[in-house]
Structure formats: structure tokens, C-alpha cells
């Protein structure tokens, strides 16, 4: 990442400690400018279906854009929609696990645990009636599942390491990425919001390494 250099000398700041001060932050808030412009063009890509046009922007690297600046950025961006979304819940009764799956572009609440609820259908409103709350969810869940198939072609460079044949490397990352993408949900109850795929490359990478017989991180 490349902060932008500034013109104050040692001894301005010295004399101007403010002036340095606004410098700095001015140099970072224009670096996250960058990194913000740049997940915005992913998430233009991914709304597209260029998932790999979007795949390509996260390897290069440009801007700082990296895994790790998306997780955090989910997990940052993850908590308010939490905290809205579970104080609904419980201000409606709804005690249990609500699943929101996505149908045909719109966000759909249910429950297998108790189906006929009252609750289900006022949280459906309330989703019917936040347009932005919708748009947030599924900038989350965009984000979320491509994050994972970042996350897994990391880990297929590690098959690729243990000399794995370049037909299982790539079955595995086709694989992964049929998986990922068709998840699609949020799980909701009184512990929080979490995302379907967040997460779920590990538990892949975990089975092929089990049906490759490599090594496993409960080998170690």
C-alpha cells in the first residue's frame, strides 16, 4: 500500500504539529478513498457475474485491495446490519433461528423452526420495506462469497505445493465456487447475524485435503 508521501519537513512539525497532523490524515483518508473506489469496481464486477474480472482486481493488488482488507471490511460492515436486523428480531418475538435466502433478487425470511410464527412475516415487511437494508445484505453476501473464493484459490496454491494433479486443483476450485455461490443466505438468532459462505472455505479445503489424503489441520 503506498501512502502518499507529504511535503512537511521534521522541523514543520516541530513548529505545526496540527498542520502534520492534518497531513496524515489526510494522506490515509485519501488512501481509503482509494481502497473504497476499488471494492466498489468489485462489487460492480460481481453484480455483473465478472467474477473473474473481480478476482483479477483482488490479485493485483491495486489500492491495497487484498483478503484482508475485505474481511475486515465485512466484519466492519457486518455489524450494524447485525444489530438492526437482531433488535428486529427479538422487538417481534422471534426467538428462533430465521434463515434470509435470496429468491429471484429479493430477500425472504423463514424458519424451520417455527414456520407459522407471526414474527416471520412482520420481519418480511420490514425487509419489504428497506430497500437500503436489502442493498446492504446483498453487498454482504456478494462480498462474502467471493472473499471465500479468494480464500480458496490461496488454499489451491497449497495443493499445488503438495505436487496435487493440476485436474484435482482445478476441480477443486470449480468446486468451490459452484458451492459458494449458490449459498446465498444469512442465518439470524439471538447470538447475530452471520453469513452462509463466511467461512466456508475452510471447511472445503479441510475435505479435499481428506480426499486427496493430505494432511489435515486435526493432523497436526
Keep these: 500500500m503506498q501512502i502518499q508521501q507529504s511535503a512537511l519537513t521534521l522541523f514543520d512539525y516541530i513548529s505545526n504539529s496540527t498542520q502534520s497532523d492534518n497531513a496524515l490524515q489526510s494522506a490515509v483518508s ?10 466498489t469496481g468489485v462489487q460492480s464486477n460481481l453484480a455483473s457475474g465478472n467474477i473473474d474480472d473481480a478476482l483479477a482486481r483482488l490479485k493485483s493488488g491495486e489500492n491495497g485491495l487484498n483478503l484482508q482488507t475485505l474481511d475486515n471490511m465485512l466484519s466492519f460492515n457486518l455489524r450494524p ?32 423452526q417455527n414456520p407459522d410464527h407471526k414474527g416471520l412475516a412482520q420481519l418480511q415487511q420490514y425487509l419489504d420495506k428497506n430497500p437500503k437494508l436489502q442493498s446492504k445484505l446483498n453487498d454482504l453476501n456478494a462480498l462474502s462469497e467471493f472473499y471465500e473464493l479468494g480464500q480458496s484459490q490461496e488454499y489451491a496454491k497449497e495443493l499445488q505445493s503438495a505436487d ?6 482445478v476441480t ?7 458451492y459458494l455461490f449458490s449459498l446465498d443466505s444469512f442465518y439470524l438468532s439471538d ?30
Design 30 to 39: 485519501n488512501q481509503k478513498n482509494n481502497i473504497y473506489a476499488e471494492i
Design 81 to 112: 446490519v447485525t444489530e438492526d436486523l437482531t433488535q428486529a428480531a427479538k422487538d417481534l418475538g422471534l426467538t428462533f433461528d430465521v434463515q434470509l435466502s435470496q429468491q429471484d433478487g429479493q430477500w425472504q425470511v423463514s424458519s424451520d
Design 164 to 169: 496435487v494433479h493440476e485436474d484435482d486443483v
Design 172 to 178: 477443486y476450485l470449480t468446486q468451490s465456487r459452484d
Design 191 to 220: 447470538r447475530g447475524l452471520s453469513i452462509a459462505s463466511r467461512g466456508e472455505s475452510e471447511g472445503l479445503f479441510e475435505e479435499v485435503k481428506k480426499t486427496l489424503g493430505l494432511e489435515t489441520s486435526e493432523d497436526k
